[in-house]
């Protein structure tokens, strides 16, 4: 009798450790499915082989596009390791995506002009988004699906993710940078280069939506944020003020293709900004003068990798280098599927995700571009940054 209840008692042990080993093996195998909305150049070059790497964080299930052909082309590059991927197309194939149970978020990556729109319906749908940059057109359009987003919150509703790539915050050559910026403090002025010479070689030259008259910026909008997104992480501070002047000088692309920019920062960091897209030359580069030393961001390559390179000249004491190689796009993309398995999954809220990420700092890059494009239309006149 007694061996008969100590036998139930290691039973009974056996079975609850058990069901917590089940319990945990099947919430380490629960994963968030997501859905690529887009198959274009960047998609297939960037986004599916960042999600071949996190296959044990989360699960590609459909690849969407427009087009029927470009959509089942984009699923059969993922076949190999999302083996149930779905190809979706048209409007009926997007409604399927948005009311599928099975996806939890969604990656777009798909002309600025129709990503606001598709932003909205996912996010209402339930779905977690993480979008590329530039997060919208101009800044009325942000505002207006902030609004939006935040009438989803008001409502009661726990809101879902709302991301947008922007990676050069994830650049880890950047992010030291900003670190030794602070360490030399306080900053005096900022010189940005970039010279993208943007031509038939390059894969984006023939973009559609880039050279559309109605996109406000073309080339400047587009690349621009990304290099005012650096500006901002590096100086660790926000532009207030700007005065610019855009030109247009290359026939082939659409205008404006050079940008000229005085600027001013919260910080009492002054600077200067050169865009230049129809260059022949590529650099891309921040020199940052602080009062204890310089920082000298510049792209460079290093053992056959494309990255940065970073000096550091201190008043005193050795000069230091850090050379990071290109890795904001997967860091972006990963840092977005975490944040989605840990909401639905885990105690995460929304409101937790990667800040590198948030809207709020995706609406100031657009800001400043959009205030160096009102300033060009005013003859250079001294135009304000509006804060959003």
């Known amino acids: 009798m007694i061996f008969s209840l100590f036998l139930d008692e290691i039973i009974a042990d056996f079975d609850a450790d058990s069901y917590r080993g089940r319990q945990a093996v099947a919430m380490a195998e629960q994963k968030p499915g997501i859905a690529l909305l887009g198959a274009g150049v960047f998609a297939c070059s960037q986004y599916m082989p960042s999600f071949r790497a996190l296959t044990h964080v989360a699960t590609l299930r459909a690849v969407w596009s427009r087009s029927q052909e470009v959509a089942m082309e984009g699923a059969t590059l993922v076949k190999e390791y999302s083996p149930d991927v779905q190809a979706k197309w048209g409007e009926e194939g997007l409604e399927e995506i948005l009311a599928d149970e099975g996806i939890h978020g969604v990656a777009l990556v798909l002309p600025a002009q129709v990503q606001l729109d598709v932003v909205n319906r996912a996010l209402k749908a339930g779905k977690h988004v993480l979008q590329e940059k530039p997060v919208g057109t101009n800044v009325a359009e942000i505002r207006n699906a902030l609004q939006q987003y935040q009438e989803i919150a008001a409502s009661g509703v726990e809101p879902p993710i709302w991301a947008v790539a922007e990676n050069y915050r994830f650049e880890s050559a950047l992010i030291e940078a900003a670190k030794w910026v602070k360490e030399a403090g ?64 290359e026939p082939s692309l659409p205008p404006p293709d050079n940008l000229s920019a005085l600027f001013q920062m919260d910080n009492g960091c002054t600077g200067t900004l050169v865009m230049s897209y129809s260059a022949v030359t590529k650099q891309v580069g921040w020199r940052v003068l602080c009062q204890k030393g310089t920082v000298d961001v510049q792209r460079s390559t290093q053992d056959n990798k494309h990255g940065y390179l970073v000096q550091y000249f201190p008043l005193e004491g050795k000069s230091k280098k850090y050379f990071g190689p290109f890795s904001g796009v997967p860091d972006e993309i990963k840092a977005f599927a975490h944040d989605v398995a840990s909401v639905v999954f885990g105690s995460k809220t929304s409101s937790e995700a990667d800040p590198r990420s948030s809207v709020s700092e995706a609406v100031f890059d657009v800001a400043v571009i959009e205030a160096f494009l009102k300033s060009s239309d005013a003859k250079g006149s001294v135009t304000s940054v509006e804060a959003v």
Request: net charge positive; proline share 5%; charged share 15%.
């Open 186 to 249: 306080p900053v005096f002025s900022v010189h940005v280069t970039a010279e993208a010479a943007m031509n038939s070689s390059n894969p984006y030259f023939s973009s559609a939506w880039r050279r559309d008259p109605g996109l406000k910026g073309g080339f400047v909008l587009d690349g621009g944020v990304h290099f005012v997104a650096g500006l901002r992480l590096i100086c660790g501070g926000e532009v207030t003020s700007v005065s610019a002047v855009a030109r247009h000088l």
